[in-house]
């Protein structure tokens, strides 16, 4: 769902009702911190109110779902721990009132989410909330959004990441989308087609009809735009997907075969790898002059480039040391640099929006694992480790990847493939629920 429906101008900020405490005082959680425990939280049903009466039963239920929507992004986030609502001591918070902060305390409140939704004379709704620190009994942030009904879960979203981001001092990801590629069929035809949906699974809908195969889809960091390859009569074409229209555009139909899309940090360029003459190498062409520039010329398999968000690299997998390997060249091609040097195979790779970390595949002996290391190849890890996990992407604050991981086919019939997300601590680790099979995921940047 677009932003069409958010009022401009519309989102004030809340001035603090007591005198800020300093700054080493107020409620925080170390993010960096692979062994902090999650902070209790309390987030009650949003208090509601109707210009239009007839209109208060439906912002009562709105004001229970927004709170529960909220809970669940933060507890996905294996940062925060919501507190069962049946341990509440004071009912009925309303924004405007500071709470009884003894109640909350008793029962380890840590942390206090209040908000309220009032259905407005002209159809808007306005959504207020507050968060509240219990033990330091101050406000830490608050925002009014004024939007229409039935963009609630967006205004919930994005509240979730106003908590984050004051809680942890890094921008949050739950106002996001994921595209993915949707599996059915058997193992002998298999049907993949894209799907999008909000990145709690939510708003779910699929883009192309599964005609033709649609594979490796990449969102535009500068718009709501996607690229992804296709097979039309079993040959290989880049298209770009806009998602505000629903229309695609051709961007190549190329002699050779080409493999995995993504678009440059400004959005203006696609890099791509193309074989030709039996041989894959990495391209980059120009969205306005639709012009194709090489990047590598070499005898071996360069292909998978992913650019860095600063735009001056771009990091690959190649075989040219005799395996496959993760290699990091300048944007103009020069200056390839090796960056892998483990046993198996590392292949995938795909910088971080931070440009501290690189993602990959790595295989070895049969398993499959996710894991990241610096730019220059220092300080790998594994994150996860499994039969096949595959492609991973970055929440747009490079704190949380998904990745697919698939299970082995039996009988004639295609393995299971889900996705799962897992936060660079490589604790938090959860599937994220699809109406079917599904691999290879884009996590959008945030929705402006």
């Not at 004001?63 to 507890?75: H, K, N, R, W, Y």
């Not at 963009?151 to 981001?165: L, S, T």
Request: proline residues 7%.
């Amino acid at each position: 769902m677009g932003l069409s429906g958010l009022v401009a101008g519309t989102m004030l900020a809340f001035v603090a009702l007591v005198q800020p405490q300093p700054a080493s005082a107020q409620l925080r959680v170390d993010i960096n911190n692979p062994t902090v425990e999650p902070i209790p939280m309390a987030l009650p049903a949003f208090s509601a109110q109707s210009q239009v009466p007839s209109r208060l039963t439906e912002m009562t239920k709105m004001g229970e779902d927004m709170a529960g929507v909220i809970a669940a992004d933060l507890e996905r986030s294996g940062l925060f721990r919501p507190i069962p609502r049946q341990a509440y001591i004071e009912q009925g918070l309303v924004p405007d009132r500071r709470p009884r902060f003894p109640d909350w305390k008793s029962i380890g409140t840590q942390g206090l989410v209040v908000g309220g939704v009032n259905f407005l004379a002209d159809g808007r709704v306005e959504v207020t909330f507050r968060l509240w620190d219990v033990y330091g009994q101050q406000q830490l942030t608050g925002v009014q959004y004024q939007t229409t009904p039935d963009n609630w879960r967006q205004i919930a979203h994005r509240i979730a990441d106003a908590v984050y981001q004051r809680l942890t001092g890094e921008e949050g990801y739950f106002d996001t989308r994921i595209v993915y590629v949707a599996e059915s069929g058997p193992a002998t035809k298999r049907v993949k087609r894209l799907a999008i949906m909000d990145q709690d699974g939510y708003n779910h809908s699929f883009l192309t009809k599964g005609d033709f195969m649609a594979l490796t889809p990449r969102f535009s960091p500068t718009s709501q735009e996607i690229t992804y390859l296709s097979y039309f009569n079993n040959k290989p074409r880049v298209y770009i997907y806009n998602l505000e229209t629903g229309k695609q555009e051709l961007l190549g139909d190329f002699s050779g075969m080409t493999f995995a899309p993504r678009f440059s940090p400004d959005g203006n360029q696609v890099v791509m790898s193309m074989e030709k003459n039996g041989n894959s190498d990495i391209y980059l062409m120009d969205l306005r002059t639709r012009k194709l520039r090489q990047l590598t010329d070499n005898p071996d398999i360069d292909t998978a480039p992913s650019f860095s968000p600063d735009g001056q690299f771009i990091a690959f997998e190649s075989d040219r040391g005799g395996g496959q390997q993760i290699y990091v060249m300048r944007a103009d091609g020069s200056g390839a640099k090796r960056i892998s040097f483990g046993k198996g195979r590392y292949k995938t790779p795909v910088w971080s929006p931070r440009g501290d970390m690189i993602a990959f595949t790595h295989t070895s002996g049969g398993v499959f694992k996710i894991g990241v290391m610096r730019p220059d190849g220092s300080g790998e890890r594994m994150l996860t480790e499994s039969f096949l996990d595959e492609g991973p992407t970055w929440a747009p604050n490079g704190r949380v990847l998904m990745y697919f991981r698939g299970s082995p086919s039996r009988g004639g019939n295609a393995g299971k493939a889900e996705l799962r997300s897992i936060d660079l601590t490589g604790r938090n680790e959860r599937r994220v629920t699809t109406p079917g099979d599904a691999s290879d995921p884009a996590w959008s940047p945030l929705i402006q």
